[in-house]
């Protein structure tokens, strides 16, 4: 049995552009998102809960429910006699991204979703011989490329430090591996390298090189600077300098008073500051500031999000 790679963080992180380089090693199929392995229930109750699997929420403050099978070639039926004769969630991932998306001899079968991270813990504990990537970015950076991508400075913040939190909670778990952004774009060589050796992989001059695509598949989102399957490019360091000056103020805020109400180890973005060095932004506050999370609390509810207003997972700092 193949062993997995998956590859998690908050989104706007650079996870697409890991996903295109370790897809062109030779031992390594990597799949696109399919949100398959962010649904807790599949961890803790695979028999009863499998057949669920597209009603299923990712957890997340941003949930996917079911798969994302755009760009897989997933045949209805098949999909579910695949469900029926898996034993187990691992049993049935392999098979799952074997089948639909690419029937590639390697070492290594691998996905990337974003909120990967949010159920890493399990991910190790369930799979066995399991790598975690954790891609991590400048947190003002990320929240600006999420802006720019059409999100609100606050929910944007919460995004990132949501995820952000959830995978630093497994940093010293033995198969985790932690890239920064920065340094894979500005040194890639270098750190893919370091990557590699990680997975006990040589290094193949080829993952640098640009990928070839399907015209029809989108590879560059709206408020991106760069495709995804194009030449490494480091202009997208240092994002957060083209927000005009009252969102970036709104950020700092953001990232001032946003506190995580759950029992993880980093709950504040300055604690993320701090254990990833990067330079938290202090701001002078405004004592009218009026707490944002109550909308926030509200439209989740309404969407009938995991979390909802009872059981929101944001506090508000005054």
């Not at 750190?191 to 992989?201: C, I, R, V």
């Not at 490494?232 to 994002?239: E, L, P, T, V, W």
Request: with cysteine.
């Amino acid at each position: 049995m193949q062993s997995f790679i998956l590859i998690g963080g908050s989104p706007s992180t650079g996870s697409s552009l890991l996903r295109q380089i370790l897809n062109r090693h030779s031992e390594i199929n990597c799949a696109p998102e399919t949100h398959l392995f962010c649904k807790p229930e599949l961890y803790e109750n695979w028999s009863s809960k499998k057949f669920q699997v597209q009603s299923l929420k990712s957890r997340s403050i941003h949930p996917k429910r079911g798969l994302e099978t755009s760009e897989l070639h997933v045949d209805n039926r098949l999909f579910k006699s695949l469900l029926r004769e898996s034993e187990s969630f691992q049993e049935f991932a392999q098979i799952f991204i074997k089948k639909f998306y690419a029937d590639k001899d390697c070492k290594y079968i691998a996905e990337k979703t974003p909120c990967n991270a949010n159920c890493a813990s399990q991910f190790l504990s369930t799979f066995n011989d399991a790598r975690f990537i954790h891609i991590v970015r400048n947190p003002y950076d990320a929240i600006a490329s999420l802006i720019l991508r059409g999100y609100d400075p606050v929910f944007a913040t919460m995004r990132y430090l949501f995820n952000a939190s959830h995978g630093l909670e497994v940093k010293n778990h033995e198969n985790y591996f932690q890239i920064k952004y920065e340094d894979l774009v500005g040194n890639p060589k270098v750190e893919l390298k370091k990557l590699f050796a990680f997975l006990s992989l040589e290094f193949e001059e080829n993952v640098l090189t640009p990928t070839n695509t399907d015209k029809n598949t989108i590879t560059q989102l709206a408020g991106w600077k760069y495709d995804e399957t194009k030449s490494i490019a480091s202009g997208s360091i240092g994002r957060f300098a083209e927000l005009e000056e009252q969102l970036a103020f709104k950020v700092k805020v953001a990232c001032i008073s946003l506190v995580l109400d759950l029992p993880n180890k980093y709950t504040s973005v300055s604690q993320i500051c701090e254990e990833l060095e990067y330079r938290f932004m202090r701001v002078k506050f405004i004592k009218d500031w009026r707490n944002p999370l109550w909308s926030h609390r509200l439209k989740s509810s309404f969407n009938a999000t995991p979390y909802h207003f009872f059981n929101y997972p944001f506090q508000w700092k005054k």
